[in-house]
């Protein structure tokens, strides 16, 4: 199995997201989960065609696609990818911080009900995604 982490860079700083991506390596790590993780994956100065293309040859590799949501604001990187992978008949799994749950209601409808998961803080996520994947 093989996982695309779809995430928010856009208005979060590089000391929280790298935290937050690592977080998510160590558990995929610890479960021996193939993953991919655009910002520890590649090199972070492409231009966006160049983002997105690699995006899209990462997703058709990958067999989940698991969408993290923890900041107030719509991805529309985010979109794009959870677009790419929708289209591509991949399984969308979406991680949503409780906080912002009612700022997301239009991306619910990419994925089944049972695949979006609420959390309240990372100790809370990692026991969530341990149970999911």
Same mark, same amino acid.
């Given at each position: 199995?093989?996982i695309?982490l779809?995430?928010?860079?856009? &208005?979060?700083?590089?000391?929280t ?6 977080f998510f390596?160590g558990?995929?790590?610890?479960k021996?989960?193939?993953n991919?993780i ?6 972070n100065?492409?231009?966006?065609s160049?983002?997105?293309r690699k995006? %899209?040859e990462?997703?058709?590799?990958c067999?989940?696609v698991?969408a993290y949501i923890n900041?107030?604001k ?9 677009g790419?992978?929708y289209?591509? &008949?991949k399984?969308? %799994?979406?991680l ?5 749950k009612?700022n997301y209601l239009?991306?619910? &409808?990419?994925?089944?009900?049972k695949?979006?998961v609420?959390f309240?803080s990372?100790?809370?996520?990692? %026991? ?5 994947v």
């Amino acid at each position: 199995m093989k996982i695309f982490l779809s995430y928010q860079q856009t &208005w979060i700083d590089e000391e929280t997201l790298l935290k937050d991506l690592n977080f998510f390596r160590g558990v995929f790590i610890e479960k021996n989960i193939e993953n991919y993780i655009y910002f520890l994956d590649e090199e972070n100065n492409n231009d966006s065609s160049t983002v997105c293309r690699k995006a %899209k040859e990462e997703i058709e590799k990958c067999d989940i696609v698991l969408a993290y949501i923890n900041h107030p604001k719509r991805s529309e990187g985010m979109l794009l990818e959870l677009g790419i992978a929708y289209e591509l &008949w991949k399984e969308i %799994k979406i991680l949503v911080n409780t906080k912002f749950k009612d700022n997301y209601l239009l991306i619910y &409808w990419l994925t089944k009900s049972k695949n979006i998961v609420f959390f309240e803080s990372l100790i809370d996520l990692e %026991k969530k995604i341990k149970s999911l994947v």
